[in-house]
């Protein structure tokens, strides 16, 4: 089973910006999601990749987020520009069995925290 450690998570000023790095514990033969869980939410899909590029974003993260992937790096990121508070919440990448996956399958990680201020 493969599992997944985020980083690249801090605090910034709206309007700012911050890259998510996804570090696979081996090969990503996965299409990956990136999540978010921001506080009192159920946990939602932000962004997904499929081993051949194709991506999904949430309606309200396109144009501003890129989701990308380097797979002999084992590395799945997520290039989040124009923040604001509404995107504040704990990222986490998981395993997706498609581009809409919801749920993700696989352990969750740590994932790591996102806070946009005002």
């Known amino acids: 089973q493969v599992l997944f450690v985020e980083s690249g998570g801090g605090l910034v000023q709206a309007g700012g910006s911050l890259r998510l790095s996804c570090a696979a514990s081996?090969?990503?033969?996965?299409?990956v999601g990136w999540y978010r869980q921001a506080p009192g939410k159920q946990r939602e899909l932000v962004a997904s990749?499929?081993?051949?590029?194709?991506?999904h974003y949430q309606d309200a993260v396109k144009g501003r987020f890129t989701i990308s992937r380097d797979n002999a790096k084992k590395t799945v990121f997520l290039q989040m520009n124009s923040l604001n508070p509404e995107d504040t919440g704990v990222y986490y990448c998981?395993?997706?069995?498609?581009?809409?996956?919801?749920?993700?399958?696989?352990?969750w990680g740590q994932g790591t925290q996102v806070t946009v201020s005002s």
């Open positions: 998981n395993a997706a069995r498609n581009l809409y996956d919801w749920t993700g399958f696989g352990s």
């Open positions: 990749i499929t081993e051949g590029l194709s991506t």
């Open positions: 081996g090969s990503l033969f996965y299409t």
